[in-house]
C-alpha cells in the first residue's frame, strides 16, 4: 500500500458499543485501515494516542454561527475554529442568518461563506417562514441535512410556524424525506406573558423564566408531534428543557410517531434560577433553563436512552448585547460548541455517563438523525477521517477570554473540566492539537444526507 496521509497509533478508540485498541489510516480524506499498529502502512504524519480516546469526530447537531449577516456576533471562521478547539468536526447550522437559510439564495449565501472560511465540515438546515414552505424543495435538492421551524418568535427569523404552516411544512418535508426539527414553545401564550409582566413593571432576568414557563413547552412540543402524526413527517425536539415535555414525548411516541430528542449541556448541568440570580442576563436562553429537578427528569431519560442527542445550542451574542440590565432587550442565548465536549467528559469522571453514551450522543446519534450515518458518526473504512482524540485525565478551567468565539461570555465560567480534546482531525487533517487551531489547514466542506427516507 501507498504511504498514508495520516496514522493515529495505538488509541482507544470507543464507539457507542464499546471500545477496543486499534490504530486508524486515512489517506485522501477516508479510513483506509484499521488495525493492529504493526499492520498500518506508512504515512506522511502519525498521532502518538497511547493513553488516548479516539472518538469518532464530534458532530455539534445545533450551531448559530452568524454567517451571513449577522457576523458581528460570529462568523464562520470563529465559529469553527471554536469549534474545532472544542473537538468538534463537523457542525449543523440553524437558518436564522441575514439572508435566512429558506430559500435557494440564503443556502448559497451561506454555502459561499462556509466553503470559505470553515475549518470543519458543516450542513445546513432549511428553515420555514409562513408563505415559503414549497422553498423547501429546492433547499432539500441543495443538500439541507433536515428542517429546523420556530415555534416561537426568535433572533432573525420572522414569524413563529404553527397551525397550518406547521401541517403544510410537515407534509412537504415528508415527501423529500426530511425530518423536521422543532424550536418548541407556544408563541402565542410566550407573547401574552411578557407582555403581562412588562405592564407590571418586571425587567429582572427572572421575569424570562416566568415569560417562557414548562406550559408553553409542552404545549408546543406536543402540537409538533401531533402534526407529524398527522402528517407522518419524521420529527426532531430541539433543546429539550423539562421533563413535563418529556413526558409528553414518551407518552405520544407509541402512537407510531417518529421522533427524536436534544437537549443540551445547561440544560442537563445548570439550574435555571439559580444562573440568572448570578448571571444575570448572561444566562438567558431559549428555552430557559429550568429547576434541579427538570435537570434530573432529563438525565434519567438519557439513561433509559429516550434522548438520541446532546447538541451544544451554540448561539453567541457580544458582551455588551448580553450584559444589559434590561431582560427584554437582551438577546437570548451564548456560546457552547466549544465547551460542550468537556462538559459531557467530566460528567464521565462524575459517573452519570459512560463515554460509549458520549460517543453516541455527541457523534452516532445525530449522524443517523440527520442522514450522515455512516459517512459521519463512525470510525470505519470508508467513513470520513473525522477524529477526536481525547486527553480523559486533562484538566481545565473554563474562561470566557479563552474562548475562540466571538461571544466572550459563558455561564460555565470558572467550572473545572476533566477530559478534555487535544487533536481534532478533519477528513485527515490535523485542525486543532494540544489547543492550538490550525487556520490554515484543509476549509471544510458541504456535508449532504447520504439518503432521505420518504
Ligand atoms: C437562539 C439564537 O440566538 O439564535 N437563541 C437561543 O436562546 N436558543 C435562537 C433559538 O434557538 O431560539
Ligand atoms: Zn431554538
Not at 324 to 333: H, I, L, M, R
Request: glycine share 10%.
Amino acid at each position: 500500500m501507498s504511504r498514508l496521509d495520516l496514522v493515529v497509533r495505538g488509541g482507544l478508540i470507543v464507539t457507542s458499543r464499546g471500545t477496543f485498541r486499534a490504530s486508524i489510516g486515512i489517506e485522501g480524506g477516508v479510513i483506509v485501515a484499521m488495525g493492529s499498529t504493526e499492520t498500518m502502512p506508512p504515512a506522511e504524519r502519525k498521532i502518538d494516542a497511547d493513553g488516548l480516546l479516539v472518538f469518532p469526530g464530534i458532530i455539534d447537531e445545533h450551531v448559530h454561527f452568524r454567517d451571513p449577516g449577522l457576523d458581528w456576533k460570529e462568523d464562520f471562521r470563529t465559529g469553527s475554529m471554536a469549534a474545532a478547539a472544542g473537538g468538534v468536526t463537523t457542525v449543523l447550522d440553524m437558518p436564522n442568518t441575514e439572508p435566512p437559510t429558506v430559500d435557494r439564495q440564503g443556502f448559497l449565501s451561506k454555502l459561499e461563506a462556509a466553503s470559505r472560511k470553515s475549518v470543519v465540515d458543516f450542513g445546513f438546515y432549511a428553515g420555514v417562514v409562513p408563505g415559503k414552505v414549497d422553498a423547501l424543495r429546492e433547499l432539500a435538492e441543495l443538500g439541507a441535512v433536515g428542517v429546523k421551524l420556530y415555534m416561537s418568535e426568535t433572533t432573525g427569523i420572522g414569524e413563529p410556524v404553527d397551525g397550518l404552516d406547521l401541517i403544510r411544512a410537515m407534509e412537504v418535508a415528508a415527501s423529500l424525506g426530511l425530518r423536521v426539527g422543532v424550536h418548541a414553545e407556544d408563541g402565542r401564550t410566550i407573547a401574552a406573558l411578557r407582555e403581562v409582566l412588562r405592564a407590571g413593571g418586571r425587567r429582572d432576568p427572572l421575569a424570562h423564566m416566568e415569560a417562557r414557563p414548562v406550559a408553553a413547552e409542552v404545549l408546543a412540543v406536543a402540537r409538533a408531534l401531533l402534526a407529524a402524526k398527522a402528517t407522518g413527517c419524521r420529527v426532531h425536539v430541539f433543546h429539550l428543557s423539562s421533563g413535563e415535555a418529556h413526558g409528553v414525548i414518551r407518552a405520544l411516541r407509541p402512537m407510531g410517531i417518529d421522533v427524536t430528542v436534544e437537549t443540551c449541556p445547561h440544560y442537563l448541568l445548570l439550574d435555571g434560577r439559580e444562573a440568572l440570580t448570578r448571571l444575570g442576563n448572561v444566562a438567558k436562553v431559549n428555552p430557559p433553563i429550568r429547576s434541579r429537578e427538570d435537570a434530573e427528569a432529563l438525565w434519567e431519560a438519557l439513561r433509559r436512552g429516550e434522548i438520541d442527542a446532546i447538541g451544544s445550542d451554540h448561539a453567541p451574542h457580544l458582551p455588551e448585547e448580553k450584559k444589559v440590565e434590561d431582560v427584554w432587550t437582551a438577546p437570548s442565548g451564548f456560546p457552547g460548541v466549544e465547551t460542550m465536549l468537556p462538559l459531557m467528559l467530566t460528567e464521565v469522571h462524575r459517573g452519570r455517563l459512560t463515554f460509549a453514551e458520549v460517543s453516541w450522543l455527541l457523534s452516532e446519534g445525530p449522524a443517523r438523525i440527520w442522514g450522515l450515518y455512516p459517512r459521519k458518526g463512525a470510525i470505519a473504512i470508508g467513513s470520513d477521517g473525522d477524529l477526536t482524540i481525547v486527553d480523559p485525565e486533562a484538566e481545565a478551567v473554563i474562561r470566557s477570554e479563552n474562548l475562540h468565539s466571538k461571544s466572550k461570555v459563558t455561564p460555565f465560567e470558572g467550572l473545572r473540566v476533566k477530559g478534555l480534546p487535544v487533536y481534532t482531525v478533519v477528513g485527515g487533517e490535523v485542525v486543532m492539537e494540544k489547543g492550538e487551531v490550525r487556520e490554515d489547514a484543509r476549509k471544510g466542506r458541504l456535508v449532504r444526507p447520504l439518503r432521505r427516507s420518504a
